[in-house]
């Protein structure tokens, strides 16, 4: 399920808030935001971009380094795969793809934490303004 934050002002306002306060670091955009949790370490942001219903949908991902990182070593395992496929050696594909795994299944459980984290505080500033 993707989240989305409806476009305005008050939602803004508040994303305002969560970078004054101190709990996010990153910028606000007309069309984007991109907020990361202020803790070390850390390597991950959330991104919301503007999409044709006037919503921001949020995703999940790395930092400016690690993004490239993770394309660059996911390319070159699988192009090592493929050379060890060739060649008849089925355990470095079968290790690479156990490693691959375990990686993708710690990445998708941290992207389910921040974005609970992110709607709780987006939710707690809601809150606290009708009071």
Do not use: C
């Amino acid at each position: 399920m993707k989240q989305i934050i409806t476009k305005s002002n008050k939602n803004a306002h508040i994303l305002n808030q969560l970078i004054l306060n101190g709990f996010y670091n990153g910028y606000i955009g007309p069309e984007k935001f991109e907020l990361m949790r202020n803790r070390f370490p850390n390597n991950y942001r959330l991104i919301g971009t503007l999409n044709e219903d006037g919503n921001y949908d949020l995703r999940f991902g790395y930092k400016h380094p690690m993004n490239i990182a993770a394309k660059f070593l996911l390319a070159f395992g699988v192009f090592i795969s493929l050379i060890s496929l060739i060649k008849g050696n089925w355990m470095l594909p079968l290790a690479l793809a156990v490693f691959g795994f375990i990686f993708f299944i710690g990445f998708k459980l941290q992207e389910k934490k921040e974005i609970n984290l992110f709607t709780n505080k987006l939710l707690e500033f809601h809150k606290t303004e009708y009071i």
